[in-house]
């Protein structure tokens, strides 16, 4: 439950503003996911929006989340369950790990999309 939160902070601080702006949709988080529309989010939107995250947090363009970077964007201990080998930072691939992880356990009923 934990992890999940984790994509569910991403969602609410990058729908809202960006995503849903590029895509002209503001009713829902899950609608700006929804990049084809057609009422669920694949595997492939997730991901899309997992790299657009990972940039987006990145703000000093190193390609490693530091503790600071994260807290931005999610609260509580998010920084710790994405620093899987304990380095002090979130590689790109401890980030996807997390967030594929975090999809897994959203998508309940295993087809490989949330609705
Ligand atoms: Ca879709
Ligand atoms: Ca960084
Ligand atoms: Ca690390
Ligand atoms: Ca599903």
């Keep these: 439950m934990i992890s999940r939160t984790i ?12 995503f849903a702006q590029q895509s002209g949709l503001n009713e829902s988080h899950l609608n700006a996911l929804d990049k084809d ?21 990145d703000t000093d363009g190193d390609g490693a989340l530091s ?16 620093d899987d080998d304990g380095d002090g930072s979130v590689s790109e691939a ?6 594929q992880e975090d999809f897994s356990t959203a998508d309940k009923d295993g087809d490989g999309q949330l609705n």
């Design 37 to 57: 529309g057609d009422g669920a989010i694949s595997q492939s939107e997730f991901s899309d929006f997992t790299v657009f995250a990972f940039k987006k947090m």
């Design 67 to 82: 503790p600071d970077e994260v807290d931005d964007h999610v609260v509580g201990d998010a920084f710790k369950i994405l």
């Design 7 to 18: 994509a569910a902070c991403l969602v609410a601080s990058f729908a809202t503003a960006s």
């Design 94 to 99: 401890e980030f996807s790990k997390q967030m």
